[in-house]
């Protein structure tokens, strides 16, 4: 009799025991699953962070930390990008800028305020051309401009009149110092060097220098 009362008892007992490890079994999985997923989740999360911190520091690498345009490492190298791609009809115009008595700003305002022109001068550059052009700020109150598709000097004299016009009405109206820039320019076509045309506008630019008036010269 006690065999089969223990008969009776141990099946429902030994499907409890199976029912019980089954359910740990499944629970299990499921903490496991969770904490793999969750793992992706956060193995995604720090991904995308460090993707992010890549493309800041790529960016910032590229930036002028005064003005936010191009520096010059990269603005050669986008120059260069654009002279590979150019179709062989294509013609663009490289712009070499100085600023005008800047020193002067600097001895009697102070360096905090010659930052302030620069910057303003970058300001009115990049409010001057279209979004295919580039600029950039070489060093100093050196900056650069590229135009893209032509070949003609009207249009980067044009460019460099409309931002002298409009340094001298924002400067007056922030109450600030103002100065002119002067220009160099040279015609850009597929298979230049960077080189030879930043030494042909320099060369340019030299010539405009000479009024020390927001001058503009062209070599060729």
Same mark, same amino acid.
């Given at each position: ?145 590229? +135009?893209?598709?032509?070949? %003609?000097?009207?249009? /980067?004299?044009?460019?460099?009149? #409309?931002?002298?016009?409009?340094? &001298? *009405? @924002? ?15 040279? +015609?850009?076509?597929?298979? %230049?060097?960077?080189? /030879?045309?930043?030494?042909?506008? #320099?060369?340019?630019?030299?010539? &405009? *220098? @000479? ?10």
């Amino acid at each position: 009799m006690l065999t089969s009362t223990l008969g009776y008892w141990l099946v429902p007992l030994l499907l409890l025991e199976l029912l019980l490890i089954y359910v740990f079994s499944r629970n299990s999985r499921e903490m496991k699953n969770r904490e793999l997923k969750s793992a992706y989740i956060e193995l995604g999360q720090t991904q995308k962070r460090l993707e992010l911190a890549l493309n800041a520091a790529q960016k910032a690498a590229a930036i002028d930390d005064l003005t936010g345009l191009m520096n010059f490492k990269s603005f050669r190298s986008q120059m260069e990008s654009c002279l590979e791609q150019m179709e062989d009809e294509e013609r663009g115009i490289l712009i070499m800028i100085d600023g005008d008595h800047f020193k002067h700003i600097n001895d009697r305002y102070g360096h905090s305020m010659g930052d302030e022109v620069i910057k303003l001068t970058a300001q009115m550059i990049i409010g001057r051309i279209r979004t295919v052009d580039l600029a950039s700020r070489l060093h100093g109150d050196e900056f650069a401009i590229f +135009v893209s598709n032509t070949a %003609d000097y009207t249009v /980067a004299r044009g460019i460099i009149g #409309d931002i002298n016009h409009s340094i &001298a *009405k @924002e400067a007056k109206r922030r109450n600030m110092p103002s100065i002119t820039i002067s220009a160099g320019a040279v +015609v850009a076509k597929r298979g %230049d060097s960077y080189a /030879a045309l930043a030494k042909a506008a #320099d060369t340019a630019l030299y010539s &405009a *220098k @000479e009024t020390h008036n927001g001058g503009f010269a062209y070599n060729g």
